[in-house]
């Protein structure tokens, strides 16, 4: 598909004059679903598809810039970005930063520049059909949080020297851990995440 895509950009004389970006919204479905052998391998990194775990959360961000060379960034984005830097690619205006949770990240794109450190989070509130459960997790630096919200399990990574996640070391850094939680449970509060409710 992506390369019917880029046939007919070049076909109709537009591919040097278009930005062209390849992402995923989650990780590569890593376990059997219905009659499908899963389709991908996410290793080394743990899980996949419905986790929040770095199989269903780390995901490949191609863009294709015109006059750009090839390279390769561990600069990390995510899918919020995409809004504010569309439209600064473009020449508009960029909303109320305050009003976004992404931001502008054309510059790393065009120029190499590093990003400013953030904290990114994520919110997955239910089951999924691949084994997921309703979870939070947040990542700062190389820092990594993993609340479990049925069991208030609470989880932590390093993910520069763990990036598959295999080493939980809550209970060897309590300070950072209980940081961390505390930030996530306040992003909750602040966007309203609605949290799973039990059903009788």
């Known amino acids: 598909s992506v390369g019917r895509v880029m046939a007919a950009l070049r076909a109709n004389g537009l591919l040097e004059n278009t930005l062209v970006l390849f992402t995923s919204d989650n990780g590569g479905l890593h376990v ?7 389709a991908t391998s996410n290793a080394p990194l743990r899980a996949g598809k419905g986790h929040v775990y770095e199989g269903g959360i780390r995901v490949p961000f191609i863009a294709r810039i015109p006059g750009r060379r090839p390279g390769v960034s561990d600069e990390v984005i995510w899918g919020a970005d995409l809004f504010p830097t569309l439209l600064r690619l473009n020449g508009l205006p960029i909303p ?3 009003s976004l949770e992404g931001q502008d ?7 190499n520049r590093p990003l400013p450190r953030r904290t990114l989070y994520w919110h997955y509130p239910h089951y999924s059909n691949q084994g997921g459960k309703p979870a939070g997790a947040i990542r ?4 990594k949080l993993v609340e479990q919200y049925e069991t208030g399990t609470v989880e932590l990574y390093q993910l520069d020297r763990d990036p598959d996640e ?3 070391v809550a209970s060897r850094y309590p300070a950072r851990r209980d940081e961390l939680l505390g930030q996530l449970r306040a992003w909750r509060t602040t966007v309203r995440a609605a949290m799973p409710t039990p059903v009788d």
């Open 32 to 38: 059997p679903e219905g009659p499908y052998t899963p």
């Open 96 to 98: 109320d930063a305050g």
């Open 105 to 111: 990240v054309s510059a790393a794109l065009l120029t």
């Open 140 to 143: 700062d630096g190389d820092w």
């Open 166 to 168: 295999t080493r939980d």
